[in-house]
């Protein structure tokens, strides 16, 4: 059994990992739809491009760590509260559901998010730390 749940927790972190990546790259080469998204979604107008350069930065290296599965107490719990700010935000899109369906495969994300979270010193498969913490 613990076999199996290391494997089902690695595949979700890669899972959500994949997913991060493509949010990271498009700050790196969409950077005016970065813009766009942190003006509608979180009240963020005129962000420049140095800033949004800095925050992909940023997030690269928190994304790199949790797929590495570094610093877990961390690396996942900002993975958690960045993707549950970007689930919370767009809250007016879950009024309208049939016109934003895709916005809803957030609630899997934030899912499988908590999971890793909770059970991050279970997450030990392919992992730079391995070992299960004791805190």
């Known amino acids: 059994m613990e076999r199996k ?13 994949i997913v ?4 990271t790259l498009d700050k790196f080469i969409n950077p005016g739809h970065t813009s766009k998204v942190f003006a509608k979604f979180y009240g963020l107008e005129g962000l420049g491009g ?34 549950a700010g970007s689930t919370f935000s767009s809250w007016q899109q879950y009024l309208d559901p049939f016109n ?4 809803f495969a957030a609630w899997p994300m934030l899912a499988a998010c908590v999971a890793l979270y909770v059970l991050r010193d279970q997450d030990t498969l392919l992992s730079i730390d391995g070992r299960k913490s004791k805190a």
Not at 54 to 70: E, T
Not at 100 to 103: E, K, N, T, V
């Open 5 to 17: 749940l290391a494997l089902s927790l690695l595949l979700l972190r890669l899972g959500v990992f």
């Open 20 to 23: 991060m990546l493509m949010w």
């Open 50 to 83: 140095t800033v949004l350069t800095v925050l992909a930065c940023l997030q690269l290296i928190v994304i790199l760590a949790f797929a590495a599965g570094a610093l877990r107490r961390y690396s996942y719990g900002i993975i958690l509260l960045m993707h």
């Open 100 to 103: 934003h369906l895709l916005f």
